[in-house]
């Protein structure tokens, strides 16, 4: 028996739920999130709270019981608070800015500018402060997309092994190898 998926999710008071069809509606604050519920799952929704049922206890409804429920409890944590992800730049000469609002531009060691183009629902910050690394800060209520844009932002220089140089997530600890040695 699951026991994240049968434990209820509570709905804040500015959070509206709506269920029609095989698809759930979440409208916030923030924004507005939609998710579409495949397999046997039942979504109960009463005045103050959500519940996740299963119909039948075979091996994938059971795994789906529990992803419903964290990705509804995610949807109504977005909707009303909001997530954020934080990456630093390490390495000499690597700069972040924005350009027309929406526009990531990262000089990250290449021989040109690498421009991101962000989503509508994600927000964008840069710091920049003298003798301490810059760090681009993305926000926004949809936790999936927030999470694919801050991967696809570390990919495009990850964390070498050697100096530790590149994009990497606050608090991430890289494993540095130990170089050449001098005989």
């Known amino acids: ?14 959070v509206f739920v709506k269920k029609q069809d095989n698809i759930i509606y ?12 495949i397999g046997d799952i039942n979504i109960i929704i009463n005045h103050n709270n959500i519940i996740v049922k299963r119909k039948h206890n075979d091996k994938k409804n059971r795994a789906l019981h529990g992803l ?9 944590k977005g909707v009303s608070n909001g997530f954020q992800k934080k990456l630093e730049l390490i390495g000499v000469g690597f700069r ?7 526009i990531l ?10 421009m991101i183009k962000l989503p509508q629902s994600i927000t964008l910050e840069v710091k920049m402060e003298k003798n ?3 760090q681009i800060i993305l926000k926004s209520y949809d936790k999936q997309l927030l999470g694919i844009v801050a991967a696809k932002i570390r990919s495009l220089r990850k964390p ?4 530790g140089k590149g994009i990497r997530y606050i608090n991430e600890y890289v494993i540095k190898k130990p170089g050449k040695s001098a005989k």
């Open 68 to 76: 419903y429920r964290m990705l509804i409890y995610n949807m109504i």
């Open 105 to 114: 531009n990262l000089n990250i060691g290449y021989s040109h500018n690498i």
């Open 96 to 102: 972040a800015n924005i350009n027309n609002n929406k």
């Open 26 to 37: 979440i409208k916030g604050p923030l924004g507005k999130l939609n998710q579409k519920i």
């Open 160 to 163: 070498e092994p050697y100096k």
């Open 132 to 134: 301490k690394k810059t």
């Open 1 to 14: 028996m699951s026991r994240i998926g049968n434990i209820p999710v509570l709905i804040p008071n500015n």
